[in-house]
């Protein structure tokens, strides 16, 4: 299982960013797959999380109504469009397949004026 983040960047309050995840070596439909981000000196947090056929997507109450997450089983990917950024939202964020511990590099946003 291998998952790569990228689409990361520094983006000014209330702009938006679309982070990207290639993942490989398992069956990508059958799996949920979820974003989740850790900021400086804070635990790593859920942020949004999508079944296999994209059938049950939840947020967390922070992030609702601005974060989008999509999946295409075509490609192997799942997306997480960001809009509204907040600086709060400055983060490295990591995507995760269900049931497997493997965690990617990251990818670092920064929320800044």
């Known amino acids: 299982v291998q998952v790569v983040e990228s689409g990361g960047g520094l983006v000014q309050p209330g702009g938006s960013l679309r982070l990207s995840c290639a993942a490989s070596?398992?069956?990508?439909?059958?799996?949920?797959m979820s974003w989740y981000r850790q900021a400086p000196g804070k635990e790593r947090e859920l942020v949004a999380y999508?079944?296999?056929?994209?059938?049950?997507?939840k947020y967390a109450d922070s992030v609702k109504g601005r974060f989008t997450i999509s999946r295409d089983n075509a490609k192997n990917t799942v997306s997480l469009q960001m809009d509204s950024l907040k600086p709060d939202d400055t983060a490295v964020y990591y995507c995760?397949?269900?049931?497997?511990?493997?965690w990617g590099q990251g990818t670092q946003v920064t929320v800044s004026s």
């Open positions: 999508i079944s296999g056929l994209g059938g049950t997507i």
């Open positions: 995760k397949v269900s049931g497997f511990s493997n």
């Open positions: 070596g398992f069956a990508f439909s059958a799996y949920g």
